[in-house]
């Protein structure tokens, strides 16, 4: 399994970005996908995830209502749209794939993708 994430970038306060996440290597069928962030000196945080088959979707706390993900199993890519963008937001954003279903623990992912910076400014 290899999962490239790319759009990450610097905003300001307020814009919006859009992450892409493309999964290769096999077929995704009754896999999550989801995205963490980790910011310097903190723990990974999850973000948000959806389930392959189904496009069922569950979020962090602290980015729902802004943030919404969805995956286009056409083209095995899984999407994280944020909007209304914070400098709280700043951090390192990483795509994960598990076999096991959706969860908020990044344990149960056991594949991940390199990461792409968002810094937010104010």
């Known amino acids: 399994v290899q999962l490239q994430a790319s759009g990450g970038g610097l905003v300001q306060a307020g814009d919006s970005l859009r992450l892409s996440c493309a999964a290769s290597?096999?077929?995704?069928?009754?896999?999550?996908m989801a995205w963490f962030r980790q910011a310097p000196g903190k723990g990974r945080e999850f973000v948000a995830a959806?389930?392959?088959?189904?496009?069922?979707?569950n979020y962090g706390e602290s980015t729902q209502g802004r943030f919404t993900v969805s995956r286009d199993r056409a083209e095995s890519t899984v999407y994280l749209q944020m909007d209304n963008l914070k400098p709280d937001d700043t951090a390192v954003y990483y795509c994960?794939?598990?076999?096991?279903?959706?969860?908020?623990?990044?344990?149960?992912?056991?594949?991940w993708g390199q990461g792409t910076q968002v810094t937010v400014s104010s």
């Open positions: 290597g096999r077929t995704f069928t009754n896999w999550a």
């Open positions: 994960g794939a598990s076999r096991t279903g959706i969860s908020s623990n990044p344990s149960a992912y056991g594949y």
């Open positions: 959806v389930t392959w088959n189904l496009g069922t979707t």
